[in-house]
């Protein structure tokens, strides 16, 4: 079955440093997630994407994080400026909407951590 | 505001001890209803996704029910692998998002 990949799968950096996670969705999906889940709690959603634009974003996606597909593979999410805060699992996921269903497929998640 | 609530938090079974596990849901119009697994530093794998209430499905040794207000995920006769965090979301009508519950975390033990 394909799967969405996800790299790097530990990320170490220091407060105020900018970090960029790098997701490669399924190839044949067009909508790209990004939620991230801090340790003992629950998956949160931050920012959808198609047709190359944000969809929806929440609360939590404020100016220190852009999402870009720079090419016909990979979807990046960038923190400008990171928090002890941002550390988390950080997951992409992508989905292809037919009248079947949308199933969201998650990748194996990037772990930051920000010292 | 849309909310998803699982319970219990933690469940320990007995090889073979079948049991079910309780997502509730209040939102404002439900697209769909999906259970995921995760394990430990993984992510969720998507297991089933419910639209409508009456409906059922199965895999294995879980089934997955669905009424207006909860789903049910049934564990029949587990074994030490279904040992995991099974977690439930919801997406509703007008959004891309899963809301997700904080999961119900099963050990089976031999």
């Known amino acids: 079955e394909p799967e969405v990949t996800q790299t790097p799968s530990h990320q170490v950096t220091q407060m105020g440093q900018e970090v960029i996670l790098r997701c490669v969705p399924i190839?044949?999906?067009?909508?790209f997630y990004w939620y991230r889940q801090i340790l003992g709690q629950k998956v949160e959603f931050l920012v959808s994407?198609?047709?190359?634009?944000?969809?929806?974003k929440s609360e939590i996606f404020d100016d220190q994080f852009s999402v870009e597909r720079p090419d016909g593979s990979n979807f990046t999410l960038k923190i400008r400026s990171t928090k002890l805060e941002d550390s988390a699992m950080y997951f992409c996921?992508?989905?292809?909407?037919?009248?079947?269903?949308?199933?969201?497929?998650f990748g194996p998640g990037t772990r930051l951590t920000v010292t | 505001e849309d909310q998803v609530t699982q319970s219990p938090e933690a469940l320990r079974l007995q090889e073979g001890e079948s049991s079910s596990l309780n997502c509730s849901y209040t939102?404002?119009?439900?697209?769909?209803l999906f259970w995921y697994r995760q394990d430990p530093g993984k992510g969720p794998e998507f297991l089933f996704t419910?639209?409508?209430a009456g409906e059922e499905k199965e895999k294995e040794r879980l089934k997955a029910t669905l009424t207006k207000k909860e789903s049910f995920l049934h564990i029949t006769a587990p074994k030490p692998e279904d040992s995991a965090t099974y977690l439930c979301?919801?997406?509703?009508?007008?959004?891309?998002?899963?809301?997700f519950g904080t999961g119900t975390r099963l050990q089976v033990f031999p």
């Open positions: 994407f198609y047709n190359n634009e944000i969809s929806e």
């Open positions: 996921a992508s989905s292809v909407r037919t009248s079947g269903g949308d199933r969201q497929y």
């Open positions: 939102v404002s119009g439900l697209r769909g």
């Open positions: 190839s044949n999906h067009l909508y």
């Open positions: 979301a919801v997406r509703v009508f007008n959004t891309d998002k899963l809301i």
């Open positions: 419910l639209y409508s």
